[in-house]
């Protein structure tokens, strides 16, 4: 059948700059080698990012988040490379 042998490494750095501000940022790269389908093909794929959170009160938090990744393959039509901005607001009561 059909299979996907799949290799990833990632690093991560965690920092708190204060209690309110944190910062995190992360990187990865990844192989993918799809084995017996009709076109078997392999994928490489590299991922950066950097996230922000922010703690206005106890009970309010905002984030940012910014992502790129890039994905190269010997299959024809599946490169690409994509750029993720996220904005996001927590609130408990």
């Known amino acids: 059948g ?3 042998v799949s290799t ?3 690093l ?3 920092h708190a700059w204060s209690s309110r501000l944190r910062t995190q940022a992360v990187a990865s790269y990844r192989t993918d080698a799809f084995q017996g389908s009709v076109l078997p093909r ?3 794929s590299k991922t ?3 996230r922000v959170a922010y703690d206005f009160r106890r009970w ?12 190269e393959s010997t299959g024809a039509g ?3 490379r994509r750029n993720l901005l996220l904005f996001s607001v927590g609130a408990s009561l």
Do not use: M, P, V
């Not at 309010?60 to 994905?71: D, K, P, S």
């Open 2 to 4: 059909d299979s996907i």
């Open 78 to 80: 599946f490169d690409y």
């Open 60 to 71: 309010l938090r905002f984030g940012a988040e910014f992502t790129h990744t890039e994905r």
């Open 12 to 14: 991560a750095w965690n």
């Open 8 to 10: 990833n490494y990632s």
């Open 42 to 44: 392999d994928d490489t």
């Open 48 to 50: 950066f990012g950097l």
